[in-house]
């Protein structure tokens, strides 16, 4: 699956050595609301997915609001 950055929730950032994770769910994302991500599940039950592009992150989807 393919999203933007715009539509998930960054949790926390993998390392590149894939060791290291840094919770950056404080932080602003928005420059990266125009990224395209790949997604690969992570956690059915806790909906989460791991996004790569440069970088890998584990994040959520955001909820659709009508």
Do not use: C, H, W
Not at 21 to 41: A, P, V
């Amino acid at each position: 699956m393919k999203k933007k950055g715009k539509d998930l929730n960054f949790i926390s950032e993998i390392g590149t050595d894939g060791k290291k994770i840094k919770d950056i769910s404080r932080d602003d994302m928005s420059y990266y609301d125009q990224n395209i991500f790949i997604l690969n599940t992570l956690s059915v039950p806790q909906k989460t997915y791991i996004a790569s592009a440069f970088n890998s992150y584990v994040v959520k989807l955001k909820k659709v609001t009508k």
